[in-house]
């Protein structure tokens, strides 16, 4: 049996299992113009994920109610009419949430298991750690002895800013959901401090602690009422960096918050949303260096991993309730 996962309906508000279906799909058979059997692996859930489950106009068409989920996925290759690729060989793919489908060749990368670990791929050596990578070094631009703090610090992306900019000799700050995500970001990723927004009932005066010459990058990945907080401690030139906003995927409505110009005016600050796919041309750069910083244990990275092809729904929605550390992954 083979099985796909469709967007079954589009979700108002918080989406729920509801929103998914599971049904099966046909074998897949190589054709002339797919060259290759694909199995899938390690399908990746991702936050932006939400944003094409809607209608809304965005950088990313929307999913089709009754067509298949797509995202990033690591498969082996069954079986292959193309010489570039054989059976046992892995591939990364912008693909269909389904166990096995045939592909064309030249929609996919293929990948080194004795490299890195495959889910990597997906994670610190994929889309999320671009995003850390050119986020962090293009806009947000730091050097040492300033003071970084990022929000969904501990998850994919997150995780991946912290040490780059203690690597660059700065003072790094991490708000995540949890105790645990606290440590996990002072005693594996080396942060310098960390806030529990769950546990914190004055983001300023917390922030006014752990940030005594305030704040000369913020890379945020969550906005709402963290953001709020922490721009009100920006220096002069001051950069923030805005890679996502998760706390607002869900949103209804959109709430009207503290209007930021005046204070950016007033400290020459620069705020610059970016895709990570604006970099595209510059992609080799980055997975380069982040494999060497790897491989030269200046970077660490975590994985949470599901179980089975059914657990993806849950999975995504596991990100919305911060489920994961590091990059999240279904493993089948
Ligand atoms: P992630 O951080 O691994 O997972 C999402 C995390 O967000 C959760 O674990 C949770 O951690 C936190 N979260 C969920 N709901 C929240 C809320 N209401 N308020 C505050 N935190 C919340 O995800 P990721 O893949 O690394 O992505 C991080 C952000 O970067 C997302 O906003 C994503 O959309 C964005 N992104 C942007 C680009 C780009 O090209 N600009 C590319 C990739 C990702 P807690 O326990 O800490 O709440």
New binding site residues.
């Given amino acids: 049996m083979n099985r796909q996962i469709l967007l079954k309906s589009r979700p108002i508000g918080m989406p729920t299992e509801d929103n998914f279906e599971i049904t099966d799909a046909p074998e897949p058979k190589l054709t002339q113009d797919d060259g290759v059997i694909l199995e899938s692996r390690f399908i990746s859930v991702?936050?932006?994920m939400r944003g094409r489950m809607s209608d809304a106009k965005s950088y990313v068409p929307p999913y089709q109610v009754g067509e298949p989920i797509s995202g990033g996925i690591i498969a082996e290759v069954l079986e292959s009419n193309d010489e570039s690729l054989k059976a046992g060989d892995f591939v990364l793919g912008n693909l269909p949430w389904t166990e096995r489908q045939t592909a064309k060749v030249d929609t996919l990368k293929k990948v080194d298991d004795s490299l890195a670990p495959l889910g990597y791929y997906l994670g610190i050596l994929g889309?999320?750690g671009l995003?850390a990578y050119f986020g962090l070094l293009d806009i947000g631009r730091p050097e040492a002895g300033e003071t970084v703090v990022i929000s969904?610090a501990?998850?994919?992306?997150?995780s991946v800013v912290g040490q780059i900019a203690k690597m660059k000799g700065c003072h790094v700050v991490g708000i995540?959901?949890?105790d645990e995500?606290i440590r996990y970001m002072i005693d594996e990723l080396n942060f310098d401090e960390g806030i529990n927004y769950h546990k914190t009932s004055d983001m300023q005066q917390s922030l006014d602690v752990v940030c005594p010459y305030g704040v000369d990058v913020y890379f945020d990945?969550?906005g709402?009422e963290?953001s709020d907080a922490v721009l009100t401690f920006i220096n002069n030139e001051a950069r923030i960096v805005i890679?996502?906003?998760?706390?607002m995927y869900n949103a209804t409505e959109q709430p009207v918050g503290p209007r930021p110009q005046t204070l950016l005016l007033k400290r020459s600050a620069l705020m610059q949303g970016?895709?990570?796919r604006d970099y595209a041309d510059r992609f080799d750069e980055g997975i380069k260096t982040l494999a060497k910083w790897l491989k030269e244990g200046k970077l660490t990275y975590r994985q949470t991993v599901t179980h089975g092809f059914e657990n993806l729904p849950k999975a995504f929605l596991g990100?919305?309730k911060?489920e994961?550390i590091g990059?999240?992954l279904v493993e089948l």
Avoid at 154 to 158: I, L
Avoid at 243 to 247: E, F, L, M, T, Y
């Fill in positions: 991702d936050p932006y889309m999320p995003t969904g501990s998850g994919a992306v997150g995540a959901g949890s995500k990945n969550v709402g963290i890679c996502g906003q998760i706390s970016f895709i990570v990100l919305f911060g994961n990059k999240y």
